[in-house]
């Protein structure tokens, strides 16, 4: 392991933007993604480590075994606030340990690699209770579940929330996998408890500022406060894009018989004493999670939120919240991508081999995925590959990864953000999903979803959860302002948008460099030819539609990426070649990296685009 330091104008240029960075300066793109040389990248913005509201979230970047693409998957909790109190810009593991490790970050800065035999198999309530047992309370971790053990592509990375459940998850893209072939077990970093920040007062003032601005939001208290993420599905399911049975309705119910929505579970779970306003991260007043408990008043899981309500639930043909409450808590134990897995166990429907809505085959597959048979690492591999072994014509996928629970043929702006970013079908990368987009020009969808994408990629990049996004959308001078107070720098507005269209076209031009072409952005053709009821559309973008997008994303890197990555080269070459303790300097963040027992290298594949397909089944 060894620390560098990163100057305080690097550290703004975070989260996403250095996964980004770093994943194509390392070129990633040439190696195998379930190899030792595929670098594991976990970054965090500038507040990380404050109480700045929702600005903790830690970003997990790879090359992705489900998509073989660049993968940037991230999510909330206690894992981003410990790295940024401990100064830690950013995190990569590259190499394997020979044995399985927990690694474990001290509040010295010391890095040890621990024995995880004891912790293998585990699910990871179990796992995260032992951590806390070895490890004391004041920790916050990263910890891979059973499915990631034995490298399954569902499988996500959980981080503890304020609770300490390992509930959160950087989900997607089957990032598990690649930090379970490091055999690393899980990440655990002892929390400072305070945060190091230039200007105290101004930060501490920013901070006050922000919580107002949130709370006299409407959009963020009448509803990601009031109802959570879970109100979206009583707003789709009356729009006509809530995936239904494989997307082959938008509709699961009239609306006022709706009973998979927070109108319905909202009421339901307060009634029975569950939190229905619960943060995941320390100082988020936008609390947009949940606790959800059953008709005895016993916590079931926590959070239910519309992506697994959408894909594990109305897609899979369930009607009943609280078999899917149940379910989650499976998948959350598991370590796995509810849209994933959820659209996965579809196409086992759509294949004949259950009813729809069948609670009990559905709970007998996710049990399944405890232990690594052949069933388990089959269904592992995710919707495309399952599909194709099925012989299934309607398999939803954009790359290979699942679409998220906004049906493109309704919900066209985001539609066309999963046909065009480089992550895969990905809601997160660009959402906008109460957009009626019918009576709009062609030019003014391509542009709602330009904007979504540049907003989210901005926000990912300073470590902000997107759901404050109807505050610092607006409010970018504020936001730089308040990062500039942190790390002593002196940012315009402008670094918005060389934040968010940078992450754009940094992960454009590795999976060009992987391989990728506009081809592999088209729709299944399903989606195309079949209307979707209630509406009757099909899909109306084409690759071939998009050329102005294309055009933007395609555009050479600014000048600040191209210094960024001549500085990221400088500083390997530079590389002590022993431990070090990091620099205690203000925002100085440090990096650590796990190397191999021999030196690490880079595969030299024949072709940018070489990786290993994962073997596939009919078991």
Known sequence: AYWQEVPP??????????????????????????????PLVFAVGPLAGTGFSNANRTSVGTRSPLTLGIKEANGGGTFGYALGQLRLAHLVLEGESPEWVVLRLTRSGEVHFDPAQDLLGLGNFEAARRLFAAYGQRIAFALLGPVGEYLGLLSGIAFSDIDGRPSRLAARGGVGAVMGRKRVKAIVVEVLGKAEVVDKPKVAEAIRRYAKLLREDPLVMQFYNAIGTMGMADF????????????????????????????????????????HTHACMPGCVIRCSNVIVDERGEEVVSPLEYETIGLLGTNCGLNDPDQLARLNRLANDLGIDTI??????????E????????????????????????????????????????????????KRQAISAYDPRVVEA???????????????????????????????????????????????????????????????????????????????PELWRKLGEGVLRLEHRFNHLAGFTHEDDRLPAFFY???????????????????????????????????????????RRKRPGSPTTPTRRSWVRSTARRESPATAFRVPWKRAGAHREPPLSLA
């Open 351 to 398: 294949k004949g081999l259950a009813p729809w809505g069948d609670y009990a085959f559905m709970e007998a597959k996710l049990k399944a995925l405890y232990t690594p048979s052949e069933e388990a690492r089959f269904l592992a591999q995710g919707t495309a590959r399952v599909g194709e072994a099925l012989g299934l014509r309607r398999v939803p996928v954009i």
């Open 414 to 492: 985001t539609g066309i953000t999963m046909m065009v970013t480089a992550q895969g079908a990905d809601h997160t990368a660009g959402n906008a999903p109460r957009l009626e987009t019918r009576a709009m020009k062609a030019e003014e969808i391509l542009e709602a979803s330009y904007t979504a994408q540049v907003n989210a990629a901005a926000n990912d990049s300073l470590g902000l959860c997107v759901f404050g996004g109807s505050v610092t959308n607006k409010e970018v001078a504020f936001v730089v302002e308040s990062v500039n107070a942190a790390l002593g720098t002196d940012f315009s």
């Open 340 to 349: 994933e897995t959820g659209a996965t166990l579809a196409l086992l429907m």
């Open 529 to 571: 030819e079949e209307p979707v009821p209630p509406k009757g559309y099909t899909a109306r973008f084409h690759p071939e539609d998009l050329g102005p997008l294309y055009e933007r994303l395609h555009q050479e890197p600014e000048r600040e990426t191209r210094l960024l990555s001549q500085r990221l080269k400088r500083a």
């Open 236 to 275: 789709q399911n009356a729009f006509g894009g809530l995936p239904v049975r494989n997307f082959r309705e938008g509709r699961l119910a009239p609306p006022e018989a709706f009973r998979m929505g927070g109108q319905y579970i909202a009421p339901l779970n307060k009634s029975r004493g569950g939190k």
């Open 9 to 38: 104008e690097e550290v703004a240029f975070g989260g996403r933007y250095r996964t980004g960075q770093v994943l194509l300066e390392r070129e990633a793109y040439r190696v195998d993604p379930l190899s030792p040389e595929n």
